[in-house]
Every structure is written in C-alpha cells, then in structure tokens.
C-alpha cells in the first residue's frame, strides 16, 4: 500500500550477493525475488550482453529469427528430460503460464473436444499476477480483486493430498484440460513443501485420463523435479537469465506440439508477446546455463541446504510454527504475523536485506554466497526471536 509503505531503499549497485545503498552493504538474502542465482555483476553474464549488445539488442521473432533465440531453446531440448523439446518464450513467468494453460486449453480444441475447460490446481497456489494466472492461483492476499467476478466455474483448487487428487479426477477427469502445480515447492503461498508421491499419482492420473500435466518450476531443490517426474508442459522463469533480464519459456513436450502442427491455421498457437526471444535476455539465460553446468551448481545447492539445516537445528520459539527447509530456501513460518514487524529494519542494520511476507520469514541465497555470508543471514534470522 503505497500511504503506508516505509521508504524502500535505494541501490547504487550490486555485486555478488551484496546490494549497496549509500550508507552500507546488504547480503540479498532474497535473490530479487529468487532469480539472481549467480550473485549481481557476474562477469561472464556482464559480457554475453555486452557481446550481444553490441550486434543488436532486439529483433521480433515474427518473421525473423536469429542466432541466441535458436541455441536457447535447442539447449533447453537437450538440457530439459524426456521430450520436453519445444520451446516457446515470453517476456515473463505470469505469461509464460498464461501460455501453458492456452497450449492446454487449444490442445483440446484442436481435437474438437470443447468440454475440457477446467484446471485443477492446488491451494495456495500462485502463479503470477496476470488474469488467468489469479484464477488459477488460490491466495487472497494477492488476488482478493478477483472476488469481483465470484469464484471461477473453471478451476478447482485441491491440497496436496493423495486422497483429494483421486477424488477430484474421479469427479472432473473429462473436463479437466490440465493438473497446474508449483512442484515440490509452493512459493508466494507460503513457502509450503509437498512430497514428489503427489506428483508422481498426479502423473499415473493424467496418464489414465488423458489430462496434461503441467509444471510451474519455480524454485526446489533439484535440477528439475521433472528430472523426478516428467510433465506434458514447463514453465521456466526467474532464473532463467540468471536474474539479468525478464524472460521465460513454456516448454511442450510432442505429443503437445504435434496437437497444434496442422495445414489449419485456427490450429496454430496465436500468442505472440513482442520481447519473446529477446536477443539480450536469451545470450543471459545461455551464460546462465552454462555456469550452473560448469560450475556444478547442484553441489552448490547441497552445501547451502547442509550448512542451513545445520545452523537451524533445534532452533524453535513459542512464536514459531515450523521452520521448513528445501535446497537453497529456509522459510520460518510463525503463528502471528505481528511478530515479524520490523525485521526488515532489524536485518538491514545487520547488513542482510530480506523481505518476509504475511506469516513468513525466509531466506532463498544466490548460489554463490559463501558459507560465512550465509551463516551471517541465517543468524540474524535466529537473533530475531531471542531479542
């Protein structure tokens, strides 16, 4: 709310995992919203846009193509499991989704089966903040303008719950065009973790009833989970560039793509954003790529996963609910939202910029932070609570 926000701090620059105001330095313990996986100023980033800039920054993919959009996605296809081959781009994660329940929704209709309308999604589901999006996503405090509408006859929400899957596809299974899920790791709902069982029933489900199954990969602790369990369609944003530039892909597998590959024109997947496969952005996303595979950023990820559950280990409070922890992210969940007020001061007085939100306190690292860096954060976490 923009009367009663406190000032935000203004940055004068950024490198590695910190952010500089004028007065002092800040780890982002944040990542910008999770995306900035390789630290600020990456060199290797730095000049792959510098490199690129200096041929051309943008051209349309709409009767042109060029040379950094093709090498991404024929490294996504080879990057990506299974048959996850065709890629197509936006300019973010909100619309890279939008795309993916389209694909779902056309893949019908390009059969003639116009009575698959329906999502099933989970709840506290977020997925972005574009229209579609809300509708599928399930948490009021960022989508409360829906209730203008009333509640959507076209997306059910379910927990996360073996039970309540089989039972909403025993009710739905002929009209749902697809199962939409963050996998594994629910994140502006809270920073919720589920076990890849669901997933996995999820999977054998839509097989059964031929409903695609579609994966909002976000941030876990893995790869991919689709490494796990392979869906019909991904959705890669945030990371993607490495946090330099806005950009996604929604990702088809075959069968998907061969559902819209037609001499019909309706039968094409009309969607056309005007940055998609911007030039800048796929030359970032292929450094990025290409760090985290030569750099063996899995390891990476593992080391901040032992040193957090390490440093958090019998660490509990009255006022603490849970403290969950998955790859890079550690979330504190407590019982009232009141007693994180003030801990964006605190910490960044402690040298550590974090950002909690309702009812939770949490920390998702750039990759490259150094133990040290990431202890100094997770104690400040800790201190909080023993003032």
């Not at 795309?99 to 999502?119: H, P, S």
């Not at 056309?272 to 290409?290: H, K, R, V, Y």
């Amino acid at each position: 709310q923009m009367k009663t926000m406190q000032t935000p701090y203004e940055i004068v620059d950024a490198e590695g995992v910190y952010l500089y105001t004028r007065e002092r330095r800040m780890i982002d313990s944040v990542s910008s919203w999770w995306s900035v996986i390789h630290g600020y100023k990456h060199p290797v980033i730095n000049q792959a846009i510098i490199s690129q800039v200096e041929k051309f920054s943008h051209v349309m993919l709409g009767g042109l193509t060029h040379e950094p959009a093709r090498k991404l996605s024929e490294k996504l296809a080879s990057w990506l499991p299974g048959d996850l081959d065709y890629c197509f781009f936006s300019d973010s994660g909100s619309v890279a989704v939008e795309v993916a329940l389209k694909m779902a929704l056309q893949y019908y209709m390009n059969r003639g089966d116009e009575k698959r309308t329906m999502i099933l999604a989970l709840e506290h589901a977020y997925h972005g903040d574009t229209f579609k999006t809300m509708e599928a996503g399930d948490d009021e405090d960022y989508h409360f303008v829906l209730k203008a509408y009333g509640a959507s006859p076209y997306v059910v929400h379910i927990p996360t719950e073996i039970t309540a899957l089989e039972e909403a596809f025993e009710k739905y299974h002929d009209r749902l065009n697809c199962v939409l899920v963050e996998p594994l790791l629910q994140g502006a709902g809270g920073m919720r973790m589920y076990d890849v069982s669901f997933l996995k029933k999820a999977r054998e489900l839509c097989d059964q009833y031929g409903v695609l199954l579609v994966f909002d990969e976000v941030a876990t602790g893995n790869r991919f989970v689709a490494d796990l369990v392979l869906p019909d369609i991904l959705v890669l944003g945030k990371a993607l560039t490495g946090g330099y530039i806005g950009h996604a892909a929604t990702v088809a597998n075959r069968k998907v793509f061969e559902g819209f590959y037609d001499d019909v024109p309706e039968h094409a997947l009309m969607h056309g954003p005007t940055f998609m496969g911007n030039a800048l952005a796929c030359s970032a996303a292929l450094a990025s790529i290409e760090l985290f595979e030569t750099q063996n950023y899995m390891e990476k990820i593992k080391r901040i996963e032992a040193v957090t559950r390490r440093e958090m280990e019998g660490f509990t409070d009255p006022r603490i609910r849970e403290v969950r922890i998955m790859g890079g992210c550690v979330c504190v969940e407590v019982y009232d939202p009141a007693v994180l007020k003030g801990y964006q001061e605190y910490a960044c007085k402690r040298g550590v910029f974090s950002r909690p939100f309702l009812n939770y306190l949490y920390a998702m690292v750039p990759y490259v932070i150094q133990e040290n860096e990431l202890v100094q954060v997770l104690q400040c976490m800790k201190d909080w609570f023993a003032r």
